[in-house]
């Protein structure tokens, strides 16, 4: 069995929302942070070690949001 940590397990289900709802446009971290109950701040985080791996793209500003990479 492999051991995540917090961290490591609301990285891979924010990478899985992603997947889940691929759409044309960003998805915000709002919607994000809602479905597997991830505090805004800590999903924060999250986001910020996944944006220089390449894993997700952000898109600033009002409609803006995060896409896989």
């Known amino acids: 069995m492999i051991r995540l940590s917090a961290k490591s ?9 992603l997947a ?8 915000p971290l709002a919607a994000i942070s809602v479905c597997p109950g991830i505090f805004m701040s800590y999903i924060h985080q999250v986001f910020w070690k996944l944006r220089p791996a390449g894993l997700v793209r952000g898109t600033p500003g ?8």
């Open 62 to 69: 009002p409609g803006g949001g995060y896409r896989l990479g």
């Open 20 to 27: 889940v709802h691929n759409q044309a446009r960003a998805v």
């Open 9 to 17: 397990r609301y990285a891979v289900s924010a990478l899985l929302h």
